[in-house]
């Protein structure tokens, strides 16, 4: 008798997983539309600072301010306040082709849906480290940018959990001067370029592309340690709830990149190629 009761009992089990798995699966195929659905673009302004301070001879400090404005339904780019980035490393000088660098991140994310009753600010926290290749070309500059994320991402919902995730992203810019043979003080330039962001985790089913940025920025090198720029960015990515849904959204960027030594002139090393 006991023994038919454990070959039941495993019948059992095995028929409920099986028809479990079978709901889910049926479950899946409803959410997931047969075509991809792009949502309407939302509009959106990123005001960001990048501070690259030297520390010692192969040592900088990253200091890095962003606030991110989004629409809202009567005010397009600029109606509501949608994140704070408060982002530092501590970042290697190898040589002026190549630097990393490791810190992390403080997110303030703002709930900008305007019908919510949820809270309306929460932490999003991150560890980055980041791979830069600055190659000379001609006149011109190519940077190709390898920065990995790990972020914990929380909702607006009281007392919701955190959720894991990694980010891998790569980025490919040019920058071109237009008035002069090279990039120097009282140089126009333009620099177009390209992230491709990927994500990963346990809450990553279907929706793997989390963001693709195409930029256009045009700049204006006032020292050699200050430029300011300003260009439009369109984005599209998948959902993270459903990887069928893209998200799109136009953006307009203005940076202002600083980059103080206040070492002696004698522990000072050659120009560097430290933007963004």
């Known amino acids: 008798m006991k023994q038919f ?10 028929l409920i997983l099986g ?4 709901t889910l699966a049926q479950e899946t195929e409803k959410v997931l539309p047969k075509e991809s659905k792009y949502k309407e673009p939302s ?4 005001i960001n600072t990048y501070g690259n301070i030297r520390i010692s001879k ?6 890095q301010t962003h606030f991110r404005f989004a629409e809202t339904e009567d005010t397009p780019f600029v109606g509501q306040v949608a994140q704070i980035y408060n982002r530092h490393a501590i970042g290697y000088l190898h040589s002026k082709k190549f630097n990393a660098s490791l810190g992390g991140v403080l997110r303030l994310n703002f709930n900008t849906d305007e019908s919510s009753t949820d809270r309306n600010l929460v ?12 190659v000379p070309l001609s006149s011109m500059m190519i940077y190709h ?5 790990h972020r914990w991402t929380q909702g607006f919902e009281e007392n919701s959990n955190y959720t894991f995730r990694n980010r891998w992203r790569y980025m490919f810019r040019l920058k071109i001067p237009l ?14 370029e390209t992230e ?4 990963s985790g346990k809450s990553v089913v279907a929706s793997p592309m989390e963001d693709l940025r195409i930029t256009t920025t045009l700049g204006y090198i006032l020292t050699p340690r200050l430029t300011v720029a300003a260009g439009a960015m369109y984005s599209q990515g998948q959902s993270l709830s459903n990887g069928g849904e893209y998200k799109q959204s136009w953006a307009i960027r203005c940076h202002l990149y600083f980059s103080p030594d206040f070492r002696k002139v004698r522990n000072k090393l050659p120009e560097i190629h430290l933007d963004d």
């Open 179 to 192: 008035n002069n043979h090279k990039l120097k003080p009282k140089t126009f330039y333009v620099a177009p």
């Open 5 to 14: 009761m454990k070959i039941f009992t495993s019948v059992l089990v095995v």
């Open 19 to 22: 028809i479990t798995n079978t």
């Open 196 to 199: 491709l962001i990927m994500q």
């Open 58 to 63: 192969r040592l900088f400090w990253v200091a």
């Open 43 to 46: 509009t959106k302004t990123w």
């Open 123 to 134: 932490p999003e926290w991150r560890i980055w480290h980041q791979y830069q290749f600055a």
């Open 145 to 149: 940018r390898l920065r990995i994320e």
